[in-house]
C-alpha cells in the first residue's frame, strides 16, 4: 500500500532548606563541600607491559585527581561505568587521587575524550581525568585497599559483570565479604530520578538542573516536562548510589530564595530514552543527537519506518518499508497478507501524525523489492521479515482478536512487578502529552489501561513507547484499546 509519512517532523545529611542559588538567577551556587579526609595507608603499584607511557599516552588506567577526601568509592568507579567495565581501582585517599583500570584502551580512551568536554564533578568538586603511566594496577591487602576492591566487587555483582580483572572474587580481598558495609548501586535505588519543583517563582531551566545536580556525580540525562502545571524532570546518574547521594543532600531544599523548592523521590525506571539534545531533553553521553528541528536526512527516514513498524504493526506484521527515492514522503509498506493490509488501510487512513493526515492506499505492486546486491539506496529500504516484534506470526494468534480501531485508550501489558502507576504517567507524559487516567487490570498488575489527552497523542505514545525497556527484562507492549477508563 502507498502511504503518504509527514516526515518534516519535529519531532550526605539532609540539610534544612537553605538556597542552592542566590535570591536572583542567575548567580552562582553557594554549596560548600567538605573538609578533606586522609589516610595514610601504603599502596603499591606495578607496572606491566615494558614502556611507560606519559601522561596523555594512551592506556586502559586512567589518573583521576582532585578528589573530594569524602569520596565513596563506588562514586569514583562511577566515573568508568557509562564507558565500559572497570577492572580494577586504586583509592589515594591521602593524596585525593585514584586510578581506574578500563577493560579496554579503547574505553578508556572513550572516557578520556568525553571528560575532556564535560568536566565530571563528586561532591560538589570538579575532578580530572587523564591517562596514567601505568599499563595495568595491582593492589595490596591493606585496608583502604581491600575497601577499595570490595566496592569494585559489589559494583560489578550487582551489573552481572566479572568479579576482579581475572574473573571470580579479587584476590586483594582477603576474603572479605564483596557486599560488607556498602549500598550496591543497581541492587539498592534507582539511578533516576524524578524532581518536582515547586513554587516556581523563577523560571528554571534544563542547564539550572544540571548545574545543580552535577555537583554530586556525572549527569548522563535529562529529560524535563510540564505535569499538573508543575516543571518535573527525570534525571539518570551512573548508579543510584550517586543518585541516592543528591536526593539526600537536595530534597526539600530551594533553588532560589524562598521559592523553586525541589521533591525528589527515586524513578522505578532504570534508564532513560533521549532522542534529541535540545532545551527539554538531553544526553550528555550522545552529543551527536539532533535538536529535533525538521531537517531532511536519515532522522525522518528512521522516524517513518519507526511509525510503519509500529503503528501499521498494531494491525498486522510489517514485512518491507521502501521510502520512495523521488518522493520522500511517500513509502511502500508490505504487509505479510492482504487480509492485514486491508486492516491497516481502514483503522489508520485519515489518522494524524504529528500534526499531519497520513493517507494510504493499496498499492499496484505485490511486493517491495530490496536493493540488488552492491546497489546502495541511501537507507530507504529495510527488510523487518525475521523481527522478533510482529505481533501475529503464529496461527490464531490471540492478538487477532484485539484489534481496535486508534482510540486515546492504549493498553499496556507485560509491566514488572517493580513498576507502578506513577512510573507509567511518568513515562507517558514525558513527552509532553496529557495523560487523562490510568487504571491497573483488577487481577492482573502486569496489565494497565491508559488514557491519553486525544487520539493524536495516543498514536505518538503509542509510536514512542511501544516495547520500551522497563528494565527486570520486560518491555513495554501498546496497544489501542476499546475500553475506556
Do not use: W
Request: include cysteine; hydrophobic fraction near 35%.
Amino acid at each position: 500500500m502507498d502511504g503518504g509519512l509527514p516526515l518534516d517532523i519535529t519531532a550526605g545529611t539532609k540539610r534544612g532548606s537553605e538556597e542552592l542559588f542566590s535570591c536572583v538567577p542567575p548567580a552562582p551556587p553557594i554549596m560548600s563541600s567538605p573538609a578533606n579526609g586522609s589516610d595514610s595507608k601504603k599502596f603499591k603499584v606495578e607496572v606491566h607491559g615494558g614502556v611507560a607511557a606519559g601522561a596523555g599516552s594512551l592506556s586502559r588506567v586512567l589518573h583521576v585527581r582532585k578528589l573530594p577526601g569524602d569520596v565513596t568509592e563506588p562514586e569514583v568507579i562511577s566515573l568508568g561505568l557509562p564507558f565500559g567495565s572497570v577492572t580494577n581501582l586504586l583509592m589515594l585517599k591521602a593524596k585525593n587521587q585514584a586510578f581506574i583500570e578500563m577493560s579496554s584502551e579503547e574505553a578508556a580512551q572513550t572516557m578520556v575524550s568525553y571528560y575532556s568536554s564535560v568536566t565530571p564533578v563528586l561532591r560538589h568538586h570538579p575532578v580530572y581525568v587523564q591517562f596514567s603511566n601505568h599499563k595495568e594496577l595491582k593492589t595490596d591487602n591493606s585496608p583502604n585497599q581491600v575497601r577499595a576492591q570490595a566496592a569494585l566487587q559489589a559494583v560489578l555483582a550487582s551489573q552481572g559483570g566479572v568479579h576482579g580483572p581475572q574473573g571470580g572474587v579479587h584476590p586483594s580481598l582477603g576474603g572479605v565479604h564483596p557486599m560488607a558495609g556498602l549500598e550496591v548501586p543497581g541492587m539498592g535505588p534507582s539511578p533516576v530520578l524524578r524532581v518536582v519543583v515547586e513554587n516556581p517563582f523563577y523560571p528554571v531551566t534544563l542547564d539550572v538542573l544540571h548545574q545543580i545536580f552535577s555537583k554530586f556525580g556525572t549527569l548522563l540525562r535529562v529529560i524535563t516536562f510540564t505535569k499538573n502545571n508543575q516543571l518535573q524532570a527525570l534525571l539518570q546518574y551512573p548508579d543510584g548510589m550517586t543518585a541516592q547521594h543528591a536526593k539526600l543532600s537536595l530534597d526539600g531544599q530551594n533553588i532560589y530564595n524562598a521559592c523553586c523548592t525541589l521533591r525528589i523521590s527515586f524513578s522505578k525506571l532504570t534508564s532513560l530514552n533521549v532522542k534529541y539534545n535540545n532545551d527539554k531533553s538531553r544526553d550528555y553521553t550522545r552529543p551527536d543527537l539532533p535538536s529535533g528541528d525538521p531537517q531532511p536526512g536519515m532522522e525522518h527516514h528512521a522516524m517513518a519506518f519507526r511509525f510503519v513498524c509500529v503503528c501499521v504493526g498494531v494491525y498486522g506484521d510489517v514485512v518491507r518499508v521502501k521510502i520512495l527515492f523521488n518522493k520522500k514522503e511517500n513509502a511502500l509498506v508490505q504487509m505479510a497478507d492482504g487480509t492485514q493490509a486491508q486492516l491497516a488501510m481502514s483503522h489508520l487512513n485519515g489518522q494524524r501524525l504529528y500534526g499531519k493526515a497520513v493517507r494510504i492506499t493499496l498499492s499496484k505492486h505485490s511486493s517491495v523489492q530490496l536493493p540488488r546486491e552492491g546497489h546502495e539506496d541511501q537507507g530507504l529500504t529495510k527488510d523487518y521479515g525475521s523481527s522478533p516484534l510482529h505481533r501475529f506470526k503464529k496461527p490464531g494468534s490471540k492478538n487477532y482478536s484485539n484489534i481496535f480501531p486508534p482510540s486515546s485508550t492504549l493498553h499496556l501489558s507485560n509491566i514488572p512487578p517493580s513498576v507502578v502507576e506513577e512510573d507509567l504517567k511518568m513515562l507517558f507524559s514525558s513527552s509532553g502529552a496529557l495523560v487523562k487516567a490510568f487504571k491497573f487490570f483488577q487481577k492482573d498488575h502486569k496489565m494497565a489501561l491508559i488514557q491519553m489527552g486525544s487520539v493524536d497523542e495516543a498514536i505518538e505514545a503509542l509510536i514512542e513507547f511501544h516495547n520500551h525497556d522497563l528494565g527486570e527484562n520486560h518491555h513495554l507492549r501498546v496497544s489501542f484499546s476499546k475500553s475506556s477508563i
